[in-house]
C-alpha cells in the first residue's frame, strides 16, 4: 500500500481536492458489499505478558500526564479514543488489517486527500507498535526484565533504544492526524458513509475496523479547539521525552511524566 504524499500542517488541501463527488460515492455505496464479501480473518496473536504490562502501564501513564483532558467535557472523549484505541493492551491485529484494505479499497472512489487521516492512522498503529517492541526486546534482552518492570528500567530501556528521532516523529503524526481528521470531519459524506458500511460490516466481520472509525469520528465532533487539544499532547509528550534523553526542555525533576491528576508524580501500575 503506498500512502500520499503529507500536506503541512499550515498547508490547505484545495476544496476540489477534499471533497468527494456524488459519482465518487454512489461508486463507493455500489462497491461496498461487494467488497467486504471477500473479508479476510487475521489470526490475532496472544500479547506477551511483558508487552500487555508496557501497554497498560504506558496507558495509564498517559492517563495521568493528561488527566486535565480527560476531565474536561471538551477534550474527554477524544483522550479516551486515542487511550482505548491506540495504546490500550490488547491485540489490533485485525483492525489494522482491515484499515489497509479499506484504503485500497476506498482510494479506487474518493480523492486520496479524504483518505489521508486513515492513511496516517495506520502508519501511527505501525510505528507505535515497532517502537513498543522495540522497547520490550531492550528490557527482555538487557535488562533481564521478564514481565514487570520500574520506572528507573523503562526509562533505561527507552534511551538504550536509542530512537529519538522516531519518538519525535510518532508524536507529531499524532499532530497531524488531528489536524487532518478536524479537517475531514466537515466534509458532508463521512457520516452517511459510515452509516451505509454499519451493517454489513457487522455482518461481513469488518466490525473492529467499523467501530474504530466510528469512535474516532465521534470523539472528534466533541473538540471545539483542536489546536488546544494538539499544542497541550505535543507540549507534554515532547517535554517528558526531552527529561528522559536527557535533552534541554526536558520536564521537571520532581514531575517527570507532568502527572495532572493530583496524585504522586511516580506512575507505578
Not at 132 to 154: I, K, N, P, S
Not at 182 to 210: F, N, Y
Request: proline residues 7%; contains cysteine; aromatic residues 8%.
Amino acid at each position: 500500500m503506498s500512502f500520499p504524499p503529507e500536506l503541512s500542517q499550515n498547508e490547505e488541501a484545495p476544496p476540489a481536492l477534499l471533497l468527494p463527488g456524488l459519482r465518487d460515492a454512489s461508486h463507493l455505496v455500489l462497491n461496498l458489499r461487494a467488497s467486504m464479501a471477500h473479508h479476510q480473518v487475521v489470526e490475532g496473536k496472544q500479547l506477551s505478558p511483558l508487552m500487555a504490562y508496557l501497554g497498560a502501564w504506558q496507558s495509564l501513564r498517559l492517563s495521568r500526564t493528561h488527566a486535565d483532558l480527560l476531565n474536561d467535557p471538551e477534550f474527554s472523549q477524544a483522550c479516551r479514543f486515542f487511550l482505548s484505541d491506540i495504546y490500550a493492551p490488547r491485540d489490533f491485529s485485525q483492525r489494522d488489517h482491515d484499515g489497509h484494505r479499506i484504503y485500497d479499497f476506498m482510494n479506487r472512489f474518493l480523492p486520496e486527500a479524504t483518505l489521508l487521516p486513515l492513511a496516517m492512522a495506520l502508519e501511527v498503529n505501525t510505528l507505535t507498535q515497532q517502537l513498543d517492541l522495540a522497547l520490550a526486546g531492550v528490557m527482555r534482552d538487557e535488562l533481564a526484565v521478564a514481565d514487570r518492570f520500574d520506572t528507573r528500567q523503562y526509562e533505561e530501556a527507552y534511551r538504550r533504544c536509542d530512537n529519538y528521532a522516531l519518538r519525535v516523529r510518532q508524536i507529531d503524526l499524532i499532530l497531524e492526524l488531528g489536524t487532518h481528521l478536524d479537517r475531514v470531519r466537515r466534509l458532508p459524506l463521512i457520516s452517511p458513509t459510515l452509516r451505509v458500511a454499519k451493517r454489513p460490516a457487522q455482518r461481513l466481520g469488518w466490525h473492529d475496523m467499523q467501530e474504530f472509525l466510528e469512535r474516532g469520528f465521534a470523539a472528534l465532533k466533541s473538540l471545539k479547539r483542536v489546536d488546544v487539544f494538539l499544542q497541550r499532547i505535543e507540549v507534554r509528550e515532547k517535554a517528558i521525552l526531552n527529561r528522559i534523553y536527557g535533552l534541554p526542555g526536558g520536564a521537571p525533576a520532581d514531575n517527570p511524566f507532568l502527572v495532572s491528576d493530583g496524585g504522586p508524580p511516580e506512575v507505578v501500575l
